[in-house]
């Protein structure tokens, strides 16, 4: 079965940095999009990033792009993202998933990890 498992989340102080984690097992991810979404207080599952695929490029959504950084690694079979200056509003749970496009989340979601930004 396919499962997608997060880690790394927690809490961290404005402009401080955080690393998630995402291993992915049942799913060969260089054959499929991968990609992090996360859901604040506005219950509503916005897009953080988003890696196509071998050669394809990485789409950020607005309020991150610039201090967050996607990461794929094929051979350990994960996907990960850089948070660095990270903001109060960037608080949420954050999902891994698999299969998607670029705009489009996949079948395959993570339970999430909780990511508190706080001073």
């Known amino acids: 079965q396919v499962q997608l498992v997060e880690s790394g989340g927690g809490l961290v102080q404005p402009e401080g940095s955080l690393r998630l984690s995402c291993k992915v097992s049942g799913l060969p991810i260089r054959n499929y999009a991968m990609s992090w979404y996360r859901q604040g207080s506005g219950n509503v599952r916005e897009l953080v990033a988003v890696?196509?695929?071998?050669?394809?490029?990485?789409r950020y959504g607005d309020s991150v792009r610039g201090r967050f950084t996607m990461t794929r690694d094929n051979a350990e079979n994960a996907v990960y993202l850089q948070m660095t200056g990270l903001k109060v509003e960037d608080t949420g749970v954050y999902y891994c998933?698999?299969?998607?496009?670029?705009?489009?989340?996949?079948?395959?979601w993570g339970q999430g990890t909780q990511v508190t930004v706080s001073s």
């Open positions: 998933n698999a299969g998607g496009s670029a705009w489009l989340p996949g079948d395959y």
């Open positions: 890696l196509t695929g071998i050669g394809g490029g990485t």
